[in-house]
Nanobody, 119 residues
């Protein structure tokens, strides 16, 4: 089993930066993927970024390319925009099961952390 807890959310002004951290406890395999998803009020959940633990290959949604950077435990978010406001969730799962950014293929999820981009 793997438990995930997100931290680092908060209020930031447009154009600002924020770093989210995903802290795992339990089995965290080198053959897993870690990803970040987000869900804004009234919108569908959106896959934001994914990283393979094994080869560090990354996948990003077009909406965040060039602004967000994922590592095994963090999501660095730069040039934040009001449309980035959402609850952000960390997710993880075995690489043999995961299709990057496809939510139902991830086995483990954190409870989420709120990110609000507003002046």
């Amino acid at each position: 089993q793997l438990q995930l807890v997100e931290s680092g959310g908060g209020l930031v002004q447009p154009g600002g930066s924020l770093t989210l951290t995903c802290t795992p406890s339990g089995i965290d395999s080198d053959f897993y993927h870690t990803a970040w998803f987000r869900q804004a009020p009234g919108k569908e959940r959106e896959g934001v970024a994914d990283i393979s633990h094994e080869d560090r290959q990354t996948t990003y949604a077009d909406s965040v390319k060039g602004r967000f950077t994922i590592s095994r435990t963090t999501l660095q978010m730069n040039s934040l925009e009001p449309d980035d406001t959402a609850v952000y969730y960390c997710a993880s799962g075995p690489g043999v099961e995961v299709t990057p950014l496809l939510g139902f293929t991830y086995r483990y999820w954190g409870p989420g952390t709120q990110v609000t981009v507003s002046s």
